[in-house]
């Protein structure tokens, strides 16, 4: 499956931005999606998943009541709201897609990936 990640940009600390990550396959519903981001200089790290039918949810505590993750299985389709954003949140942000069910939360467990899309939060 091939992902796509979008609506990445420059924002003032304390705003938002909408991040959505579009999927090339039907089986995009058996998935559990997640979204990573890598700053310069660190490596990747967890920030937001979702199972496949959006039952459960996983997060890192750093965007906790910030972030929010939803999916649209009918549009292939998700996405990662993030409310009250801090320079820290800068970053390139990735869609990843696990066949695994349960927990995933380490990058290894997830088999595709996208490109990636900047999110820059000036101070």
């Known amino acids: 499956v091939q992902l796509q990640a979008s609506g990445g940009g420059l924002v003032q600390a304390g705003g938002s931005l909408r991040l959505s990550c579009a999927a090339s396959e039907g089986t995009f519903s058996s998935y559990t999606m997640g979204w990573f981001r890598q700053a310069p200089g660190k490596e990747r790290e967890f920030v937001f998943a979702?199972?496949?039918?959006?039952?459960?949810?996983w997060y890192a505590d750093s965007v906790k009541g910030r972030f929010t993750i939803s999916r649209d299985n009918a549009k292939n389709a998700v996405y990662l709201e993030m409310n009250s954003l801090k320079p820290a949140d800068t970053a390139v942000y990735y869609c990843?897609?696990?066949?695994?069910?349960?927990?995933?939360?380490?990058?290894?467990?997830?088999?595709?990936w996208g490109m990636g899309t900047q999110v820059t939060v000036s101070s």
């Open positions: 979702i199972s496949w039918n959006g039952g459960r949810i």
């Open positions: 990843a897609a696990s066949t695994r069910v349960g927990p995933a939360t380490p990058a290894s467990l997830y088999d595709y």
